[in-house]
């Protein structure tokens, strides 16, 4: 699934949203530790990152080729700065129509309009790819990322109080959530 589009963000500066490639490998490590450290309310940790750049590489080659699932980076002044994708939640007949949404944009750039950008790439893409569902899970105190996707249009179908234990606050609810496209 091919993706490439150049956005104006709102301080001025040229975004192009495209593909990860295989050659990206070590810039999409590198904004996922950073990523990954300046905010708890992401999955995992930079020391439980289970991929090294190569295996990095090997995943975003596998992207490119897909025909269902992408990887797109946000690239600021020829520097990787967030990354978005979706992907099958599976092959099975009776899920196939599914896909899960994920993203991360490094602190600098929050705000400037490329969360919003890259929700709406995927969401292009999830279409093309022929889903006719996106699914994701918010941490519930993460306020700009539960506006930013109840505004796609997004809605609630569940809460899991103690959806991830974080080290820094203990227990963290997680809202699901899903978009009919």
Known sequence: ?????????KNGK???LRN????????VYDIFNKTHSETD??????DENSFDVIEES????????????????????NAVVGTAGIEAVGTKYKVRH??????SVAEDFWGLGIGKALL??????????????LELNVVAENAGALSLYRKAGFVEYGRNPKGFCSRLSG???????????
């Open 58 to 77: 090997r995943f975003l080659k596998e992207k490119a080729e897909s025909e269902n699932e992408v990887e797109i980076i946000a690239v600021v002044d």
């Open 20 to 27: 990860a490639t295989e050659s990206d490998g070590q810039a």
């Open 98 to 103: 599914r896909a899960d949404f994920g993203i």
């Open 14 to 16: 040229k975004c192009c």
């Open 41 to 46: 309310y992401l999955l995992s940790y930079p």
């Open 1 to 9: 699934m091919e993706y490439n589009k150049v956005i104006i963000l």
């Open 171 to 181: 227990f963290q609810e997680l809202i699901y959530m899903r978009l009919e496209l």
């Open 120 to 133: 709406s790439a995927c969401i292009e893409c999830a279409k093309a790819a022929g889903y006719t569902q």
